[in-house]
Nanobody, 123 residues
């Protein structure tokens, strides 16, 4: 069983930066792909970014490409989402999601979810 805990959310000004962390428990975390999703009020959950178990493959939503960077340190059981050049439309609750690469996709089919962390960007 893998448990995920997000942190690092908060309030930022437009153009600013935040770094989110997804800390995991469980021995199998290093073998999992880990992705970030977000959900704004009144909107559907959307894919943000994903990283493979080795870190060798990353994928980003067009809306964040060039501004956000996903990375991981398996020795720390942690995945990061560095968010730069933040925009008010980035305001949402951000969730991390993990599963084996073969069972993970951008629709959010991964088995394990965190509780979410709020990101608010003011204009």
């Amino acid at each position: 069983q893998v448990q995920l805990v997000e942190s690092g959310g908060g309030l930022a000004q437009a153009g600013g930066s935040l770094r989110l962390s997804c800390a995991a428990s469980g021995r199998t975390f290093s073998s999992y792909a880990v992705g970030w999703f977000r959900q704004a009020p009144g909107k559907e959950r959307e894919f943000v970014a994903v990283i493979s178990w080795s870190g060798g493959t990353t994928l980003y939503a067009d809306s964040v490409k060039g501004r956000f960077t996903i990375s991981r340190v398996n020795a720390k059981n942690t995945v990061y989402l560095q968010m730069n050049s933040l925009k008010p439309e980035d305001t949402a609750v951000y969730y991390c999601n993990a599963d084996h690469w073969s069972d993970w996709d951008t629709r959010g089919t991964g088995k394990h979810w965190g509780q979410g962390t709020q990101v608010t960007v003011s204009s």
